[in-house]
């Protein structure tokens, strides 16, 4: 079936520097592609999506592009601030289903 | 628009008590979504509604588990009896699936936090 593997966290990073999660999935067809983000105490929210082949998405200086090659939805950001600390999940979506990644969780220090 | 509500917020029961959770969807969607995220299990799918029809429950844990839709503005995830492993964020979210659309972005509601004592 679908899924999505994500690297695992905690990442820890200083203020300005550059984030890369990854994302890899396996799925059969041409899903779509998500990041979300938990800020702490909320729900997940969207943060960006890409729906085919070299499509980028971006959002707040977070980007992710579509590589069909590699099944892989990478997350970047060139310079991370204190208030992107969350946990970010990879998502796709297969019909009614969405499937979710385990989470990576960011903290970023001042 | 208010997002996805969702009630109590917190909630604190004994083991054994039934717990109800709530949730209203945003409107004009025509999907809803459950899930429970825990620390040691991560985010997980429990049951989801297609135009008040559940499609799919294998996510639901045990037979004491159950989730209705009555209608499109409300649903409610019951538990009985709880139990203290049934300790966790119930999120329930949101979305319009069409059948010619595979991008579709799921609205997630603030959670419930349950406490089995």
């Known amino acids: 079936g679908d899924s999505v593997t994500q690297m695992e966290g905690p990442v820890t990073l200083s203020e300005e520097a550059f984030l890369t999660i990854n994302c890899t999935y396996t799925a059969t067809g041409y899903p779509s592609l998500f990041w979300y983000v938990q800020y702490p105490g909320e729900g997940l929210q969207l943060l960006l999506k890409?729906?085919?082949?070299?499509d980028k998405g971006s959002n707040k200086g977070f980007e992710a592009t579509y590589r069909k090659e590699t099944t892989s939805f990478h997350l970047e950001k060139g310079s991370v601030q204190v208030s992107d600390s969350a946990v970010y999940f990879c998502?796709?979506?297969?019909?009614?289903?969405?499937?979710f990644g385990a989470g990576t969780r960011l903290f970023v220090k001042a | 628009d208010a997002g996805v509500i969702q009630s109590p917020r917190h909630e604190v029961t004994e083991m054994g008590q039934e717990v109800t959770l709530r949730c209203k969807p945003i409107s004009g969607h025509n999907s809803l979504f459950w899930y429970r995220q825990t620390m040691m299990r991560g985010l997980e799918l429990l049951i989801y509604f297609n135009n008040n029809v559940p499609i799919d429950d294998s996510g639901m844990p045990e037979d004491r588990f159950s989730a209705k839709m009555p209608n499109a503005s409300f649903s409610t995830l019951k538990i009985q009896p709880s139990e203290p492993r049934d300790s966790a964020v119930y999120f329930c979210?949101?979305?319009?699936?069409?059948?010619?659309?595979?991008?579709?972005?799921?609205?997630f509601g603030p959670g419930t936090r349950l406490t089995v004592t």
């Open positions: 998502a796709l979506t297969g019909g009614f289903k969405t499937i």
């Open positions: 890409a729906t085919k082949a070299d």
């Open positions: 979210a949101s979305s319009l699936i069409s059948s010619s659309e595979s991008s579709y972005e799921q609205y």
